[in-house]
């Protein structure tokens, strides 16, 4: 049976009052969710996760793409707010606030993705003009008509204003992915989008609030994993930082299921100050008191706020290990291939590159004793006159595509002499170079059902190189040929 609840997660705006109803809807769409019958595997593995890795950390870049959704009002923000709203991201990310470095550092960051999903060259910032850019309060009515493809990069749609005029943004959430992959993604109203341009004097901090739900964290005050005295924990020890444990009264089980945030036991609506206030729960250790952790970017009071936390990064962890494993690197991407050449040399071990489209503006150099593992899922996009080389003794599995970039050509993969080999199966493609596969005198090549698409040269094979196999390979020429050069047909030799 497929779900068509799905959990809203929404940051309101600033409010003094705390006498208010509740103004986020996340609970109660996520209560309607499990109320239907709905299971999550997401929270299902997330706990024997954490507990199996509790020193874990790890460095991921996650390509961006931002949908400016405008009726040509101030709604249509400039690439400059853009750029400063992901930079702000990545400093408070980082445990940098207003320059001072005095938060938890994630080791996770944004970029603005340089490939569309079509292999075109892109800033990351995708206008769309719209009748009426006022939407509602649900993701799954409008989102999925903007998003790239949800496993590759994080959607974020900036819009004039929601139906709702209180409402800051809104997220989805794995749990509601599980539902249903198209509501995957955040909104956020232009004005409340970073701190400069439209939003200049904004407080609110929405991008990293909402990218927290969208890696799995809820509100400090979640109570839907709570007993019957709301979100405070029992009263056993088991609510203390250092009890982190798989018994159902544990704090990875509760609350917001982090250990290191303390139980909170109050509505979701600011204070309007940063005062230090009780969190509302009580805690059977006379040395350790609960506080509301306002510093906290999953609260709702934005001036305060100053980190995340080591268990809130675990979780994040978990979500980009184990559920957005296809979204993130390890390394930061070429931004343009305008930019200086950056060079990147493997030189021991086996590496496999990650998957997604990825623009390489420098030479790839595999050395001696190397192995690098280009994947079926991984399009690496050369700049112009850019190389794969294959030194001596190296050796380059190929599943994936290597191409160019969005103008010129490559040169092509070098594979340079003695014990230097490239081994290439299907679907591996090589397209768009001016020698497609350079086979050095000793060097070696073995290619079964490859395609060579639009090389100037398919492959240049050297006096005492050896070809190995060439077995149902493709060598192809259509109107995109775009080659300056006359071309030489499949193979030749020198």
């Known amino acids: 049976m497929k779900y068509f609840l799905f959990l809203i997660v929404i940051l309101i705006s600033t409010n003094s009052s705390r006498s208010q109803n509740a103004i986020c809807a996340f609970d109660d769409f996520y209560a309607q969710m499990m109320g239907s019958g709905g299971s999550s595997d997401y929270e299902d593995n997330s706990i024997q996760w954490i507990l199996d890795n509790p020193n874990f950390t ?38 940098i606030n207003n320059g001072i470095n005095n ?43 903007y998003t790239w493809p949800v496993d ?20 989805s959430h794995p749990t509601t992915v599980e539902m249903d992959a198209d509501t995957d993604g955040n909104a956020i109203r232009h004005y409340n989008f970073g701190n400069s341009g439209t939003a200049l004097g904004n407080t609110e901090n929405a991008l990293v609030h909402e990218f927290g739900h969208y890696l799995g964290l809820y ?63 009580e805690t059977c250790d006379s040395s350790y008191d609960f506080n509301f952790p306002k510093d906290n970017y999953m609260s709702y ?57 990825h623009l390489i503006n420098g030479n790839i150099r595999v050395n001696n004793g190397a192995t690098l593992n280009i994947p079926q899922d991984a399009t690496l996009r050369f700049c112009n006159g850019k190389k794969l080389i294959i030194e001596q003794g190296a050796t380059v599995n190929l599943n994936g595509t290597l191409t160019n970039a969005c103008d010129g050509y490559w040169e092509g993969i070098e594979i340079k002499g003695a014990g230097s080999r490239l081994i290439a199966n299907d679907p591996a493609t090589i397209q768009n170079s001016n020698i497609g596969v ?32 060439l077995t149902d390979c493709q060598f192809l020429l259509n109107s995109d040929y775009a080659g ?9 030799n020198y």
């Not at 929601?162 to 809104?170: A, D, K, N, P, Y």
């Not at 300056?484 to 030749?492: A, E, G, I, K, L």
């Open 301 to 357: 009071d934005a001036p305060c706020h100053v980190t995340y936390t080591q268990g809130q990064s675990l979780r994040m962890y978990y979500t980009l290990e184990e559920f957005r494993p296809n979204l993130w690197s390890t390394f930061l991407p070429s931004s343009s291939c305008d930019g200086p050449s950056l060079d990147v040399t493997y030189s021991s071990n086996v590496f496999d590159y990650p998957s997604g489209v």
């Open 438 to 469: 350079d086979v050095n005198s000793g060097g070696k090549i073995e290619a079964v059902s490859t395609s060579f698409l639009n090389n100037t040269v398919s492959l240049q094979i050297g006096a005492i190189a050896e070809v190995c196999e």
């Open 58 to 95: 790890g460095t991921y870049y996650i390509p961006t793409v931002v949908h400016i959704l405008h009726d040509n009002g101030p709604e249509n923000i400039s690439d400059t707010q853009v750029q400063d709203a992901i930079d702000q991201a990545n400093e408070q990310l980082s445990g």
């Open 152 to 171: 590759k990069y994080f959607n974020v749609a900036v819009i004039k204003e929601f139906s709702s005029s209180s409402l800051v943004g809104i997220s």
């Open 219 to 281: 509100h400090l005050n979640w109570k839907q994993f709570g007993l019957p005295n709301d979100n405070c924990l029992p009263c056993t020890g088991t609510n203390l930082p250092d009890n982190a444990n798989d018994e159902v009264g544990s704090c990875l089980h509760l609350g917001d299921r982090i250990c290191d945030t303390d139980p909170v036991n109050w509505p979701s609506i600011p204070f309007g100050n940063c005062d230090i206030d009780n969190s509302g729960c």
């Open 103 to 145: 938060g938890h550092n994630t080791n996770i960051q944004l970029y603005l993705a340089t490939i569309d999903p079509y292999g075109n060259c892109t800033n990351g910032i995708n206008r769309v003009q719209v009748n009426d850019p006022v939407f509602p309060r649900e993701l799954d009515t409008w989102l999925s008509n």
């Open 484 to 492: 300056s050069n006359f071309f030489h047909n499949d193979v030749r």
